[in-house]
Nanobody, 117 residues
């Protein structure tokens, strides 16, 4: 059974930083792809960053240059370093695992990120 557990969310002022962590079990983070999505109430869940085979990465335009996704195979964990946070980054962030950068079938429970202006 695959389980993904996120941590590291919280409330930060604009311009601040947070590092989200995703601990995986039942699956290795080095296989397939791992991604971070975010969702605000009333809107669809959006892929923010992903890392796949050969360390290929994807970032949505709005976070390029500010967010960095990485994984630690030894700890079987994935991280999202978020710098220069903006109020519009406020959302619930979900860790996901899947076969490719754009297809996911396992999800964590989410962690809330709130950025104050």
């Amino acid at each position: 059974q695959v389980q993904l557990v996120e941590s590291g969310g919280g409330l930060v002022p604009a311009g601040g930083s947070l590092r989200l962590s995703c601990a995986a079990s039942g699956r290795t983070v080095s296989s397939g792809a791992m991604g971070w999505f975010r969702q605000v109430p009333g809107k669809q869940r959006v892929l923010v960053a992903a890392i796949g085979s050969g360390e290929k990465t994807y970032y949505v335009d709005s976070v390029k240059g500010r967010f960095t996704i990485s994984r630690d195979n030894a700890k079987n964990a994935v991280y999202l370093q978020m710098n220069s946070l903006k109020p519009e980054d406020t959302a619930v962030y979900y860790c996901a695992a899947g076969a490719t950068l754009y297809t996911y079938n396992y999800w964590g429970q989410g962690t809330q990120v709130a950025v104050s202006s």
